[in-house]
């Protein structure tokens, strides 16, 4: 049993948790999830089972997307409304204000780490400095943001659907829009709808049934890891070398004359299968396709990264 299950994270509950209910549930012996959602957010929350943990560096989300609604007269020490509020403001910007405002956060932005947050400083997370009263100063990051659109304006709060790349804060773009505007803001909801491949036509509700019930339709519905790795090149590969590769033997050149491959350059990630499609291993090139004729048959072709039982 090994594949990713994408699960409809409940507000309420950290993402850890989900992992701990996933593993409970699935009686698997490791569990990890793809990108973190505070504990007020929902939605869309990948989380790998056993030897599909191995892949998580490998979906890592290129952009995430969200729907988000911003309170605006309103700030808290966290940036959202799960916090301490700080202050209140009276003071009621124009809709063309509001919505110039969010336009301007789009793109490549800077922004400061919120002071309760997973970032580590000196190897510790922010928010352990800021519970106990300390608030170092840290460097701006560099993030992105794709696309910004407001849904709805409706004073004081403000819908909108904001596409990002990961290590975005969209509780800080909130509160970066409230400071610019005048009035303070901050994040009153938050439900991820995408991250990466994963959608939330995907995502299973961990609230609607239990025990055996809901442990079967997670198998069910769970992604095998060849289906997550669709768009890295394949290596189809007989059963010999299937199993030299889970022996750790480095993928040489004739392995390649061996097999069929298709077109790939040094540095791109591929992944061997065997002839019935399971996956057996992750591997880097270290040369390109059209090399492989001009080198001697034990030159090594490729660098495992990861090898699969």
């Known amino acids: 049993m090994n594949g990713i299950v994408v699960i409809d994270k409940p507000a309420g509950c950290t993402s850890h948790d989900v992992v701990t209910q996933v593993k409970k549930l699935l009686r698997a012996g490791k569990a990890g999830h793809l990108g973190t959602l505070d504990p007020m957010a929902t939605g869309v929350l990948p989380v790998c089972v056993n030897e599909a943990t191995k892949l998580v560096q490998f979906l890592s989300a290129v952009s995430k997307t969200y729907q988000a609604v911003m309170l605006l007269g309103v700030q808290s020490d966290t940036q959202d409304t799960e916090g301490k509020i700080i202050s209140r403001s009276e003071l009621v910007p124009t809709e063309d204000e509001i919505r110039k405002t969010l336009a301007g956060l789009t793109g490549k932005i800077k922004q400061q780490p919120p002071a309760f947050s997973a970032v580590k400083y000196k190897g510790k997370p922010l928010y352990r400095y800021a519970r106990a009263g300390e608030f170092p100063q840290t460097a701006a990051r560099e993030v992105e943001v794709f696309d910004l659109k407001v849904r709805d304006i409706s004073y004081p709060h403000v819908s909108f659907d904001i596409t990002c790349s990961p290590g975005t804060y969209v509780r800080t773009v909130c509160a970066d829009a409230g400071q610019m505007l005048g009035c303070g803001a901050c994040l009153c909801g938050l439900r991820r709808i995408k991250s990466g491949a994963f959608t939330e036509s995907m995502a299973v509700s961990l609230t609607a049934g239990e025990g055996e019930e ?19 090149p394949t290596v189809s590969v007989d059963n010999t070398t299937a199993r030299s590769l889970r022996d750790g033997f480095q993928p040489d050149v004739e392995m390649f004359r061996r097999n069929v491959h298709s077109f790939f350059a040094a540095g791109d990630v591929i992944k061997f299968t065997s002839s019935d499609g399971q996956l057996i291993a992750l591997a880097e090139m270290q040369m390109a396709a059209d090399e492989l004729d001009r080198m001697k048959g034990n030159a090594q072709a490729a660098r495992l990264l990861r090898v699969f039982k």
């Open 214 to 232: 809901k442990r079967k339709e997670l198998l069910e519905r769970m992604l095998t890891m060849e289906e997550c790795l669709a768009d890295i």
